[in-house]
Structures are given as C-alpha cells and as structure tokens.
Nanobody
C-alpha cells in the first residue's frame, strides 16, 4: 500500500510557474513508476507526465511538453512537477499516481494508487 499526498497547487497568472510535490509513504518509493494526471471540470482525467522508478525516461503529454518537467527524489520519497509558462487551459485538479510497473506509462489503468489532488488555477 502507498499513500500519496500532493501539495504546491494554487492560483497563478498566465505565464507564471508552480512546482507541485507528491510525498509518498508506505512501500519503498523506488518500487514504483510515478505519474501526474489532471482533471478539469466536466472533462476526463488526462495524463500529464510520468517517470520511471529510477528517474529516467520521463514522458510527457504533447500539451505540456517543453513547459513541464517531472522529476523524483527516491531518498525523499517525493515526485515533483515543475510547471512553467502556465496557460489558463492548464487549470485543473492535479493528481499524482504510483504504478507497480517500473517504466513510465501514460495509461491511467496502469496506476495502482492515487493522491487526493491539488488545485491549480491559471488566470488570464
């Protein structure tokens, strides 16, 4: 069992930056690939970024490529999402998730554990 707690969300103007964190507890953090997803009102939860158990092979949705960076610190049991050049369409609740697969994956059903989410609002 893994417990995930996101933090770092908030209100930011378009063009600004935020850094999300997701702290994990429970089973060894390095046993999981990690991902970030987001869900805007009235929309499906969508993939944002993922990273393998070792921190290699980050993978991004096209909509955030070049603006967002996923990273992890296995010693601190934490995964991060650095978000730059934010746009109003990035507004959503952001969730981190852990997958028992070791490689980064965009597929939502590959993830076994989910956090409660943190709200990100980008004003125009």
């Amino acid at each position: 069992q893994v417990q995930l707690v996101e933090s770092g969300g908030g209100l930011v103007q378009a063009g600004g930056s935020l850094r999300l964190s997701c702290a994990a507890s429970g089973r060894p953090f390095s046993s999981y690939a990690m991902g970030w997803f987001r869900q805007a009102p009235g929309k499906e939860r969508e993939f944002v970024a993922a990273i393998s158990w070792s921190g290699g092979h980050p993978y991004y949705a096209d909509s955030v490529k070049g603006r967002f960076t996923i990273s992890r610190d296995n010693a601190a049991n934490t995964v991060y999402l650095q978000m730059n050049s934010l746009k109003p369409e990035d507004t959503a609740v952001y969730y981190c998730a852990a997958s028992k697969l070791l490689h980064a994956t965009w597929y939502r059903d590959d993830y076994n554990y989910w956090g409660q989410g943190t709200q990100v609002t980008v004003s125009s």
